[in-house]
């Protein structure tokens, strides 16, 4: 089964948000390669929940994708942040799903820790500038992580 993680503001969406209200959307990202992510995930798949632009970003706990991917409404919102003049009802290229808490960590793993794991290289995350909201996480480096928590 594939892994994911995927950012999110706290102010927006924390993870605690997501515990209390259980299921969600996911809306909003406007990368294309992060867009193509979401597109792969499939219902069922797990995640690990990002806090970022935070004063502590880091790994706050894990998720699971609850739905299929569908047509972002946000992009044809004008009043929306993350509204897209060029998307139309029937040509919308943005997509949203929805996801579901499973999990919120004791302590968020700081990106400081996460950079500091020789298993974790690889992943995007850690890399200087990357700023990709969504990305795969091999399952090695699921493994990696789940044991800092």
Not at 57 to 76: K, M, Q
Not at 84 to 91: E, I, L, N, R, V
Not at 139 to 146: F, P, V
Request: net charge neutral.
């Amino acid at each position: 089964m594939p892994y994911w993680l995927m950012k999110s503001e706290p102010d927006e969406l924390s993870i605690h948000d997501l515990q209390r209200l259980g299921q969600t959307r996911w809306d909003g990202v406007r990368n294309y390669q992060a867009r193509n992510f979401m597109r792969s995930m499939q219902p069922g798949e797990l995640f690990f929940f990002y806090h970022s632009s935070c004063p502590q970003p880091g790994i706050a706990g894990i998720a699971r994708i609850a739905s299929a991917h569908y047509p972002d409404p946000t992009a044809l919102e004008p009043e929306s942040h993350y509204f897209d003049a060029k998307a139309s009802a029937t040509k919308n290229p943005w997509s949203a799903l929805d996801v579901a808490f499973v999990e919120a960590f004791r302590q968020v793993i700081p990106l400081t820790q996460l950079k500091a794991q020789s298993a974790l290289l690889e992943l995007p995350l850690v890399h200087k500038g990357s700023r990709l909201s969504v990305m795969p996480v091999s399952s090695q480096e699921w493994a990696a992580i789940l044991a800092m928590r």
